[in-house]
C-alpha cells in the first residue's frame, strides 16, 4: 500500500483529492471560527459582568449542519460535493435560488491545488505533508482576515509548535534554525508594532500579523524570514496603493496583512532557497 502511494502520480492524484474535500472543511473553518470567538467573547464580557450568557444555538465546526444561509435549507451530501456540486448547482441553492459565493469552489480549488502540488514537489514523505497541512493553515487564515482581520491564536499557535515538531529531524531547516526563526518573526514585526506606535499614535498591524510570522519563521527557519517579509511588504504596499487610487479604501482603512504573509511563505516554501540565493548572488 505504502508502495502504491510512494508512485508520484498516485500520491499527487489522492493529494489533490483529499485537498478537495479538506477544502470544504476549511471554508466551515473561515465562516464559524470567527462567530465562535465572537460568541466566546460574549460569554466572557457577560461573566465578568455577573450575567448570565446570552442564549443562542450551538455552534461549533460540525454543528449545525451546513445549510443556505438565505433560506436555511440543509445542505444534503449530494449538494456538499467538493467543486463538483457548485458546478452543478450553477452556483444557487436548490431551494430557493440564491447565489453560493464564489469563494467557496475557489476555495476547494486553491486546496486541492495546493495539495497536489505540495505532493509533487516534495515527493511522498513528511515534507510534503507538512507542506499540506501548512499550506492548508495559510488558506484558512487568509480567508479569515480578509473576512475579520483577525488572525486566530487556535490556526496560528499551533501552527507554530508543529512547524518546530517537523524540525526536531530537519524537515525544512535544522531545529536550532527554526527556534530562532520563531523569535525572530515575532521579534521583527513587534518591533515594527511598536516603532510604527511610538511615532504616530497608531496601530499599523495586529498581534495576529506577529505570532502567523513566528509560525512561518518556525516551519522555514530565519532565513526565510527577509525573503518572506520582503515580498509580503511589496504585495501589501502595491495593493493598498491600488486601493486608495480607486477610491474602495481611505487612507485610515486598514488593510489585512496576513494574506500577504501567508502568500509570502508559501513562496518562501517552495521556492525560499533558490530566491534567496539568487538576490544574493546579484551582491
Known sequence: ?????????????????LGLIVGSFLNVVIHRLPLMMERDWQCQCAELRGEAAPPAEPLSLSQPRSRCPHCGHPISALENIPLLSWLLLRGR?????????????????????????????????????????????????????????????SITLPLLWLGLAFNLFGTYTSLASAVIGAMAGYLSLWSVYWGFKLATGKEGMGYGDFKLLAAIGAWLGWQALPLTILFSSLVGAVVGIVLIVAARHGRNVPIPFGPYLAAAGLLALFWGRPLTQSYLGLF
Open 93 to 153: 441553492c436548490s431551494a430557493c435560488g440564491a447565489g453560493i459565493a464564489l469563494r467557496y469552489p475557489l476555495v476547494e480549488t486553491a486546496s486541492g491545488l495546493l495539495a497536489a502540488f505540495a505532493a509533487w514537489h516534495f515527493g511522498f514523505g513528511w515534507a510534503a505533508a507538512g507542506a499540506i497541512v501548512f499550506g492548508w493553515a495559510m488558506i484558512a487564515l487568509t480567508g479569515i482576515d480578509f473576512d475579520t482581520q483577525l488572525l486566530p491564536d
Open 1 to 17: 500500500m505504502i508502495a502504491l502511494f510512494a508512485d508520484p502520480v498516485v500520491f499527487t492524484t489522492a493529494a489533490g483529492l
